[in-house]
């Protein structure tokens, strides 16, 4: 196996795999954690063009050089010192990087390592197939989930799109809404394609990849990542029904559950872009602020 030299690190195996690694911002460390934040945004962007542009891959995966985590989500702070039209900006720049994940047209793998919360399950939804890691018997089991409204925020990168077309949908639905999180060792079923021991976390990435051929052909035909559509829309409605009567309302939950009619109605282009858009005045909402101010107060 050889490494190219791009701006984040990128391998390619014999038989033509490609597995980009995430890394952390060099200049902000944060402790060996994956954040995605601005830097990293572009960084995904302009490896994956560079990735486009060279030997078609036969395969895709997305791992993370953190010990800590896969990512730990998007960056908060950052986020809070836009303005709502750099908001929005920002938003973009990731929808773009992630749609090019989306985009390729060989099988492609998340190899999960530890948490995944908010934007990285997001990058790793894009992908066909995520592979995690076994939980050790005496190791604290990492969380993987959409935590957004239990801080009264709701996802922007289109994850209430596209965990209610992997997982049972009422339960996808309820999660994302109430902010719900699950252990490792407990995710529902259809969230982790794969659980193996982490010394063969890469490898079973590539095993799937060679056992999968084709695997992406679902995803190119409705341009985007495994999401709403006309397989899975009578089976969503019904859980973002049973997800609205399971839970009290509050702005965030409101929000999810009108990105998730947006999907069902209009489709990925238009749900993303209405999880932008609540995203950017949920924040400003009483409860956000409180919440917000509470969570970075401790960071």
Known sequence: MTTTDTILPVDRTEDGITTLRLIPNPAKPRGGVV????????????????????????????????????????????????????????????????????????????????????????????????????????????RIGLPESGLGLCPGWGGTQMLPARIDPALAIEATASGR??????????????????????????TWIREHAGAEQDRIAHAAPRSINDSNRESIATGLDAAAAAIDPDDAANAVFEAVRTGLSEGWESAIAAERRMLTGLRHTETARTRLEAFLSKA
């Open 35 to 142: 954040v995605l934040d601005a830097w990293l945004l572009d960084a995904i962007d302009a490896t994956m063009i560079e990735i486009a542009e060279g030997p078609t891959p036969t395969g895709f995966v997305l791992a993370s050089d953190s010990e800590r985590v896969f990512v730990a989500g998007a960056d908060l702070a950052e986020i809070d010192a836009l303005d709502d039209d750099a908001l929005l900006a920002y938003l973009e720049k990731g929808a773009a990087a992630y749609r090019r994940i989306a985009a390729l047209a060989c099988p492609t793998v998340a190899a999960i390592n530890g948490a995944t919360l908010g934007g990285g399950l997001e990058i790793a939804m894009h992908c066909d197939a995520l592979v995690g890691t076994v939980v050790g018997t005496d190791d604290k089991p990492w």
């Open 181 to 206: 999180t699950f252990k490792a060792n407990e995710a529902p079923e259809g969230l982790l394609d794969l659980v193996v021991p982490a010394r063969d976390l890469r490898t079973a990435a590539y």
